[in-house]
């Protein structure tokens, strides 16, 4: 039962998003976004709890990978005609990971160093 509950709560906030997305057409944000943020501001408020989304939100998590196949096949068959554009591709995934990379490290370091916990260069 705490199962269906817990789902029912993550499809209401889904819907939730999904709806703003459909009544503010005029804001560019994803359906997907609105519903973070409306799970964001239900368990910061306390209206949701924590314990009663986490066990299923994890198991949701847990089978996300397989969520990716569908685009990434639909990616290569529509990429199978764009030789052109895969350098341009690779560069950028290359650039943006290494990016990414170099961001999160200083982050974390600088979150470190805060708490006095680490060793200060």
């Known amino acids: 039962m705490k199962i269906i509950k817990s789902l029912a709560i993550i499809f209401l906030v889904s819907f939730l998003g999904e709806a703003l997305h459909v009544l503010l057409p005029f804001l560019p944000i994803p359906a997907s976004i609105y519903g973070l943020v409306i799970m964001l501001a239900g368990?910061?408020?306390?209206a949701?709890?924590?314990e009663s989304v986490q066990k299923t939100a994890g198991w949701l998590i847990a089978f996300m990978?397989?969520?990716f196949i569908g685009p990434?096949?639909?990616l290569m068959v529509s990429l199978r005609g764009q030789g052109t554009f895969i350098p341009a591709f690779v560069i950028i995934s290359i650039v943006?990971?290494?990016v990414v990379m170099a961001v999160t490290g200083m982050v974390c370091q600088a979150l470190?160093?805060?708490?006095?916990?680490?060793?200060?260069?």
């Open 43 to 46: 368990l910061l408020s306390g």
């Open 48 to 50: 949701i709890k924590l």
């Open 65 to 67: 990978p397989l969520m």
């Open 72 to 74: 990434s096949v639909q």
């Open 96 to 98: 943006s990971t290494i």
């Open 112 to 121: 470190i160093r805060k708490r006095g916990e680490g060793p200060h260069d």
